[in-house]
T-cell receptor
Framework: EPEVTQTPSHQVTQMGQEVILRCVPI?????FYWYRQILGQKVEFLVS????????KSEIFDDQFSVERPDGSNFTLKIRSTKLEDSAMYFC????????????FGDGTRLSIL | DAKTTQPPSMDCAEGRAANLPCNHS???????VYWYRQIHSQGPQYIIH???NNETNEMASLIITEDRKSSTLILPHATLRDTAVYYC????????????FGKGTRLHILP
């Protein structure tokens, strides 16, 4: 069964450094998402992306965050200058173009900011 | 905020049916009920969804009340691998509608 894959599984970065989290959505899916989950808290929506532009973003998704689909297969989340509070699990999800279809999630990248 | 209410935790004996309730009294006519689960340290896993009819797949059954204000997810023969946090989610029919997660129900399967 097709799945969403995320790399790396664990990223350790110094505060203030830039980090790029990578995702390969399910082939033929057209809608892409990033969510995050701080340890012990709820999964939170960050951003949705369709047709090479952001559809919606949350208050968390400030100017330090950006997303990109650099080629036909990858979907990336960049954090320009990381803060301690960016430490979390980051999940990528994708969805097909048909309505009323579920989002499928990857297993996440654990981001640890030191 | 999430539009659903779920009990924070439940126990179920291995091999028995696990019935997870969810209240969504403010659901709109075009909103679907989705269920996901999250096994420790993994991403949310899609289980099932429905609009108003009961649904069944290889993982579970979804029973939606006639007034659509509540639903029950049924895992027919729970195993230890079903131990997870289960999320009941109400979501619109839009293709790019985000998911708003609540705290879910932590299901413990007891050997």
């Amino acid at each position: 069964e097709p799945e969403v894959t995320q790399t790396p599984s664990h990223q350790v970065t110094q505060m203030g450094q830039e980090v790029i989290l990578r995702c390969v959505p399910i082939s033929n899916h057209l809608y892409f998402y990033w969510y995050r989950q701080i340890l012990g808290q709820k999964v939170e929506f960050l951003v949705s992306f369709y047709n090479n532009e952001i559809s919606e973003k949350s208050e968390i998704f400030d100017d330090q965050f950006s997303v990109e689909r650099p080629d036909g297969s990858n979907f990336t989340l960049k954090i320009r200058s990381t803060k301690l509070e960016d430490s979390a699990m980051y999940f990528c999800a994708s969805q097909s173009s048909f309505s009323n279809q579920p989002q499928h999630f990857g297993d996440g990248t654990r981001l640890s900011i030191l | 905020d999430a539009k659903t209410t779920q009990p924070p935790s439940m126990d179920c004996a291995e091999g028995r049916a696990a019935n997870l309730p969810c209240n969504h009294s403010t659901i709109s006519g075009n909103e679907y009920v989705y269920w996901y689960r999250q096994i420790h340290s993994q991403g949310p896993q899609y289980i099932i969804h429905g609009l108003k009819n009961n649904e069944t797949n290889e993982m579970a059954s979804l029973i939606i009340t006639e007034d659509r204000k509540s639903s029950t997810l049924i895992l027919p023969h729970a195993t230890l691998r079903d131990t997870a946090v289960y999320y009941c989610i109400v979501r619109g029919e839009g293709r790019d509608d985000k998911i708003i997660f609540g705290k879910g129900t932590r299901l413990h399967i007891l050997p």
